[in-house]
């Protein structure tokens, strides 16, 4: 066997064809017929992709706490593990929770805010890797769709025989709005456990060549259909398929069409317009990152011109590319901030509609020693530093690091060492 021929046997044929998936509009009817959890929107998916991995409950100072597993990243060795932000961690799944369920968190932006390394950005670096490998499990599998236009209909998509949809819309929003009720009841989509709910419109490009199809086949929505292939979508960062990171520049070399998209100025002579969808580029950090998660990083350093495009993606999830009509999206937006620039935005009048529009999930520091010890074991073991570790070395070094954030206790009989222990959970005597 050659050597090539080796490495090809590593390859999982029935996980490759699994992903490949595609079928007509006519078996993607049935699938969710038989699977309506395929229909779920961005923070639905978000959700069950963090319970997927289980939980457990833990007693700790008297009180209930939940440990969501997916933090421990298990899956990577712990190499991205989050310790001692349970608490935390529960309230941002309390926030996931609410907006999965449609209570209105869903239109805001789920800010994460604290101190310098509190893993802010690793808690958002875990949810995007996160979803990014649910979708290659058969309980996470979302589908996308694209057109295939034969002879003398290539024409709509500027001699192209296939086009994909640029922004991986849900096939089901190809369904007119006014028949979507009727289609979900007449069809049964839905169970007790997922009740199909079809939300939002195809994008520009995807509405234009819907319509001249109903046009060319004087309205029959059946042959129309014949024209769409449904396939599997597998999210990505690398290929910037549903999951996307904007993080600011320089405000000279760093304009909004970056979240948008642009004008592809070269196909203003195929199509002979620039306001025609088919000339746009839908590649902006919104667009590339529908029915996924978009993270912003240091969110609240970005000019103000971009924070207008974040308001109608939060509150309507519409954006508005360059001379097109508002555009619908589907996606977890996240964002996480340091206390100085969240006291700025605080202090700034002008900035009160997007204080409206944001869900601030506080990361603190951790000050338990027993947890900052697991952090520290993590990068220091005698395997990576090549040498032995003295014992009790990473204990002294994770009860400094706490110390340093602990502020002086209030009673003259109790001294920093002490309250560092008490917050450990240890028992001394005459404090609880």
């Known amino acids: 066997m050659t050597l090539v021929g080796q490495i090809a046997e590593l390859q999982n044929y029935a996980t490759y064809k699994e992903l490949s998936w595609e079928g007509s509009f006519e078996d993607y009817l049935a699938l969710v017929r038989r699977n309506p959890q395929v229909t779920r929107n961005a923070y639905q998916r978000l959700y069950?992709?963090?319970?997927?991995?289980?939980?457990e409950e833990y007693i700790d100072n008297k009180k209930k706490l939940v440990r969501y597993?997916?933090?421990?990243?298990?899956?990577?060795?712990?190499?991205?593990?989050?310790?001692?932000?349970?608490?935390?961690?529960?309230?941002?799944?309390?926030v996931l929770k609410s907006?999965?369920?449609?209570?209105?968190?869903?239109?805001?932006?789920?800010?994460?805010?604290?101190?310098?390394?509190?893993?802010k950005s690793t808690i958002a670096r875990q949810l995007k890797k996160g979803i990014e490998e649910y979708s290659r499990t058969p309980e996470g599998a979302l589908y996308s769709y694209y057109w295939t236009l034969p002879g003398p209909l290539a024409e709509l998509a500027g001699g192209q025989e296939v086009f994909h949809s640029p922004m991986h819309d849900e096939p089901l929003r190809l369904i007119p709005r006014e028949w979507r009720e009727d289609t979900i009841n007449k069809l049964k989509l839905g169970n007790d456990d997922h009740r199909v709910k079809i939300e939002g419109d195809v994008n520009p490009a995807c509405r234009l060549i819907f319509k001249e199809l109903m046009r060319h086949y004087g309205g029959n929505f059946e042959k129309v259909m014949t024209h769409v292939k449904v396939r599997r979508l597998v999210l990505s960062?690398?290929?910037?398929?549903?999951?996307?990171?904007?993080?600011?520049?320089?405000e000279k070399n760093q304009d909004s069409t970056e979240l948008t998209g642009d004008i592809n100025y070269?196909?203003?002579?195929?199509?002979?317009?620039?306001?025609?969808?088919?000339?746009?580029?839908?590649?902006?950090?919104?667009?590339?990152?529908?029915?996924?998660?978009?993270?912003?990083?240091?969110?609240?350093?970005?000019?103000?011109?971009?924070?207008?495009?974040?308001?109608?993606?939060?509150?309507?999830?519409?954006?508005?590319?360059?001379?097109?009509?508002q555009t619908d999206i589907d996606e977890v937006i996240i964002g996480h901030t340091n206390e100085a620039e969240y006291k700025k935005l605080l202090?700034?009048?002008?900035?009160?509609?997007?204080?409206?529009?944001?869900?601030?999930?506080?990361?603190p520091y951790i000050t338990k020693v027993s947890e900052e010890v697991k952090i520290y074991t993590k990068d220091f073991t005698t395997t990576k530093v090549g040498k032995h570790v003295a014992p009790h070395t990473l204990y002294v070094a994770a009860l400094w690091a706490v110390l340093t954030r602990l502020e002086d206790p209030?009673?003259?009989?109790?001294?920093?060492?002490?309250?560092?222990?008490l917050y450990d959970g240890k028992t001394l005597p005459g404090f609880t």
């Open 48 to 55: 069950d992709m963090v319970l997927s991995h289980g939980v």
């Open 69 to 94: 597993k997916f933090f421990r990243d298990d899956t990577h060795g712990g190499r991205d593990a989050v310790f001692g932000l349970d608490v935390a961690l529960m309230r941002l799944m309390n």
């Open 99 to 119: 907006a999965a369920q449609g209570y209105g968190t869903e239109r805001r932006i789920i800010l994460l805010h604290g101190p310098v390394g509190s893993a």
């Open 237 to 250: 960062e690398q290929d910037r398929i549903g999951i996307g990171t904007f993080q600011p520049k320089d």
């Open 266 to 325: 070269r196909k203003i002579a195929t199509f002979g317009s620039d306001s025609d969808p088919r000339a746009f580029n839908f590649d902006g950090e919104f667009n590339i990152a529908n029915r996924g998660i978009l993270e912003f990083v240091e969110i609240l350093k970005l000019d103000v011109a971009f924070l207008y495009d974040l308001l109608g993606a939060t509150q309507e999830r519409k954006i508005k590319p360059k001379k097109f009509a």
């Open 347 to 363: 202090n700034n009048e002008f900035m009160e509609a997007l204080r409206d529009r944001t869900v601030k999930v506080d990361i």
């Open 410 to 421: 209030k009673k003259h009989s109790l001294s920093l060492l002490q309250k560092a222990k």
